[in-house]
């Protein structure tokens, strides 16, 4: 008896090695994708030109790009389109918060900040500019309008398109 309990504790501990521990929190975001999103956003169907399919949830930061789209729409309430079965809010605001939080987490492990995009200056740099290269003091107050402020900086480089009204 001693031995068979002796096998079968090193079977469970093989089984045990063996299996990946499931990360409750994707699993969860997967169930949420799989009820509400996966009937059009597949690799067949593709609405949107998006698919699921090709995101691995358990490596948010392998793919970016279509999770900031997931969350622009659903930060915007777009998606499941008007009508059709959608999570209640709370499992909504569970399921945004959980992908922000596993995408900073990933870009703080791995940052990758990219290529900075042009932009244009600022009053300051403006400023700054027209005195380092032509030694001159313009008030750029009265010539140029007031910038815009985006998250507190008056110099990031953004589409227009984007830019919330
Ligand atoms: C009934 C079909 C349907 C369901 C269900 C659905 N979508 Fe969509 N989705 C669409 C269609 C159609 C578009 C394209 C609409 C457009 O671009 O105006 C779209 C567009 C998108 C896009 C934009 C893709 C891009 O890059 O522009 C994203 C992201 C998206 N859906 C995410 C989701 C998520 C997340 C869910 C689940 C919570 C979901 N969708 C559920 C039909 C669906």
Redesign the pocket.
Known sequence: MRGLGAVALILLGALRAQTPVPDPVVASQQA??QR??I???NNKLK????SWERVDLAHPAGHAE?LE??L???HAGM???PG?P?PDPAAMKNFISSLETRIDEAAARDPEPGNPRLHRLNRSEYRNSIRDLLGLNVDVASLLPPDDMSHGFDNMSEFCASRPR
Do not use: Q
């Open positions: 949420l994708v509400y999103c009937g059009c956003h609405s949107g030109s998006f279509d789209n997931v622009r729409m659903l998606m499941p389109p059709l959608r």
